[in-house]
């Protein structure tokens, strides 16, 4: 018995099912910039970044130097009543990168989930308005608030809390409206503007929580006029457009924000996965008013951690000092050239979309009907895996190959991860994959 074998059986006997989403049987023991390697010692490039945290690569030294230096000084103060100096440098520089000229002020947490909690607790108290406006297809995390705005199939199975009202995202391949961009001048805009929001009056709206790139969706990159149209709806409405960088902020986009391809300042970001290569921490960081709404209502003992707001100071210097917004826009246009010519050769490819460093492939049985080819998706993942590549798939109909590689990896590195990926498709449409041990992974 292989040693992963072996310990994804004491997992199944110690760790509930509740906790994961799996792709492939893998247990990880280290990893070093773009590769990790398995229990048994095998290697694999991360094309995941370990859904998209690790974008910096995996123990970057420089990251690893600052968390050993914060730990010999201060391993933990809880903020809630003793903050610690490191905390309050990190509100700085995030107060200085995001945009908007206005006042602003930050508040910490430990996940993407809870950044948008304090959304859904925070803005009805701010504006007393008792609404909340989020997008189908959305994901905005698992606690009770988060998964009320969100949209996503995973989230939308619990019924939710009801203040919160839904519009249609962008996701053109699959247009709701039946329509084509741009012909259709954004139909769901419109929609939004004169249906959605005669139904959940402005006057009664806190807030709009949009992402800008919807990831776990299915990596739908809405047309360019999409957010600036949201937010003038939300300006001229005196509702607050909240946007939500957890998973496409820090770099990933080609911007430091996605948000900043549009050219708007939303009232409010929440961030989080990459923002400390790996140690827990989020943020949400929106106008001074909004963050002094409620006295202590929203806090938890262990938010602004000394150390992961050491590791996301370390991280964000080098993201400025590398340029590595600039640096994932060339990759991420690399991997679209290159993902744009299989696209020619393989049918199982209906779409190929992305911005920056973050691209989905979205695979169908027939590019005419565009039905969804979800169990292939899962095999074409499985068998990457088996070849040295890790990957996963997100989407409505589970169908949509993400990538999210490290954004320092190099191109002789992107090069050797796209062959793998090219021979996986070859393999599953010429039905080369062993289906039996796929379907044990049922993925979400
Ligand atoms: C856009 C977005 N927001 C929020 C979350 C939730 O973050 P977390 O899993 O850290 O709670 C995710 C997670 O995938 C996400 O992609």
Redesign the pocket.
């Known amino acids: 018995m292989s040693r992963v074998s072996e310990y994804l059986s004491r997992e199944e006997k110690s760790i509930g099912k509740t906790i994961g989403i799996r792709f492939y049987p893998i247990v990880i023991d280290r990893a070093e910039g773009s590769n990790v390697y398995d229990v048994d010692g095998r290697e694999y490039i991360d094309f995941s970044s370990q ?1 998209a945290v690790t974008s910096l690569g995996h123990n970057n030294p420089e990251i690893v130097d600052a968390v050993k230096k914060q730990i010999e000084k201060l391993v933990f103060s809880s903020h809630t009543s003793f903050p610690n100096a490191v905390c309050i440098e990190l509100a700085e520089k995030l107060i200085e990168v995001s945009p908007g000229s206005f006042e602003k002020k930050a508040w910490f947490g430990l ?4 950044a ?1 909690e304090f959304i859904y607790k925070i803005m009805p108290i701010y504006s007393g308005r008792r609404r909340l406006l989020g997008f189908q297809g959305s ?4 606690t009770m608030g ?1 998964l009320s705005l969100s949209g996503h199939k995973a989230l939308t199975r619990f019924i939710g809390f009801p203040n919160t009202v839904k519009a249609p995202y962008p996701y053109c391949y699959r247009c709701p409206f039946k329509q084509s961009y741009p012909e259709c001048g954004l139909l769901c805009i419109d929609f939004l503007e004169n249906n959605v929001l005669e139904n959940a009056p402005a006057e009664d709206l806190a807030a709009v929580i949009v ?1 800008p790139i919807q ?2 969706g299915g990596v739908i990159v809405p047309p360019p006029e999409f957010i600036p149209r949201l937010h003038k709806i939300c300006r001229d409405r005196g509702i607050s457009l909240v946007v ?1 960088e ?2 496409v902020g820090f770099g990933r986009s080609g911007k430091f924000f996605a948000v900043e391809h549009s050219n708007i300042a939303p009232d409010v970001l929440t961030m ?2 990459p923002m400390a290569s790996g140690f827990p921490l ?1 943020a949400v960081v929106g106008r001074a008013e909004i963050m002094d709404a409620a006295l202590a209502a929203h806090l938890f003992t262990s938010s602004a951690h000394p150390v992961s707001c050491a590791a996301s100071l370390a991280t964000i210097n080098i993201i400025l000092r590398d340029k590595i917004p600039e640096k994932a826009a060339r990759t991420g246009e690399y991997i679209l050239k290159r993902l744009n010519e299989l696209y020619e050769e393989h049918p199982l490819i209906g779409d190929v979309r992305g911005k920056g460093m973050i691209v989905g492939v979205e695979l169908v049985k027939d590019r005419e009907s565009r039905e969804p080819a979800s169990f292939e998706t899962a095999c074409l993942v499985y068998r990457a895996y088996e070849l040295g590549l890790l990957i996963t798939y997100v989407g409505t109909y589970s169908n949509v190959v993400e990538i999210t590689p490290p954004l320092t990896i190099s191109i002789e590195e992107t090069d050797k991860a796209l062959d793998i990926f090219e021979k996986a498709l070859d393999d599953v449409e010429k039905d080369r994959v062993d289906k039996e041990k796929v379907k044990k992974f049922a993925g979400w």
């Open positions: 859904w996940s993407g989930s809870d948008n994901y905005h995390g698992q988060a992402e990831s776990d939500d957890v998973k989080a996965k989020s």
